[in-house]
């Protein structure tokens, strides 16, 4: 799945640390999520939608 | 790749390892003088291994050891040491003949319990851990393990039915497990890197 956490943590100007900090997960979380390696279950991407302030489908995309 | 961490140089990796190697090494010699050395000798091992699994998270991932990890190390060192102690303890009480009689059990058993209690250690994480991914690379490499542990151990098995290899203790599946859950989380690590 794709998303754009990568852009978004930039344009906060967040290190992967950072982020994992804020939403309480490791670094290497960060690196496997944006990487597009790992997708996260619902509660973390609710999460991640909190921490950023927008609605889940434009921070993940669907390609199927 | 991940963008912002900055790889350890190689000079600093290839230190780490020598030293763990050398740690390691002069453990096991220390053990060697025996008496109350093979004490010393093991709770070293224990301690170099401890210090590299550390060193080498600060090392490679730049990143402080989170709560649950750090819980994990300490039961794990605390139940190997006690494993350490227990068995050397076991062994030279073997060794004199006191593991005789209905007594003795208590002896024989004495170094499952710090066995025991890393595996539990390992349980305890698998709840306390508050990270998904973290988790689920585990659950993998567990999976992983398991996996090679029976393997082996069938086709040991029948080989030693057939009278094709010697008995091997039943203990052994545990260091059996760790060496292909080790691999395994090797393997994951670079996947997901």
Redesign the interface.
Known sequence: MKNRL?ILRAERDW???DL?QRL??????I???E?G??D??LP?AFKIARLFDLPIETIFQDEA | M????APASAFKKLGLFAAFILAIALSIWIGKQGGVWTYVGGLGTVAASLGFALLSNRLF???TI?PPMRRYLLRFGVSMSAYVILLVTAVSLGRQGLADGSWGYLIALAPSVGVLGAIASIGFYLAEE?????R?TLIHSLLWGTAGTLSVATIWGFLETFDKAPHVPTWAAVPVFAVFMGLAQALI?R???
């Not at chain 1, 309480?24 to 979380?29: C, N």
């Not at chain 2, 991940?2 to 961490?5: F, I, L, Q, W």
């Not at chain 2, 508050?130 to 973290?134: G, L, M, S, V, W």
């Open positions: 990568k290190s992967q640390a994992a309480d997960v490791s670094r290497q979380t690196n496997a999520l990487t390696k790992y996260p279950s973390l | 991940s963008d912002d961490v991932r730049r990143e989170r508050t990270d998904e991914f973290a689920t690590a996947r997901y890197r």
